[in-house]
């Protein structure tokens, strides 16, 4: 595998707590290597019937994830909606673009 792209993983950890002892929320990027790749049909379609709409797949070391929820990927920003072990080393993050969610809520 070649490794030819980059992401960046965005994360949250709690770093503080309010004066009501509610956790402070502080976000977290990580640029790790990846590897793109195509999104079959199949996958699309079962997503579709899921109401998910899945954009891409993205191959990354198992040891760099960490559970992240989001992700920008070529300045796009993205939600991982689910993740698949593809062998003990490599793991694929399917992933939804979040910015046309955004766009259609400023239309309302």
Known sequence: MAWNDSVVLIGKVVTEEDDLLQPIFSETKYEILCNKRSLTRSEFYFAS???????????????????????????KCYKVLKTFDKSPEII?????????????????
Do not use: R, W
């Not at 694929?92 to 309302?108: G, N, P, V, Y």
């Open 49 to 75: 019937q899921a109401g998910l709409k899945p954009s891409m797949v993205l191959e990354v070391h198992s040891f760099e994830y960490k559970n992240q929820n989001y992700l920008e990927f070529n300045g």
């Open 92 to 108: 694929e993050l399917t992933c939804e673009a979040i910015f046309e969610e955004m766009e259609s809520t400023d239309e309302q």
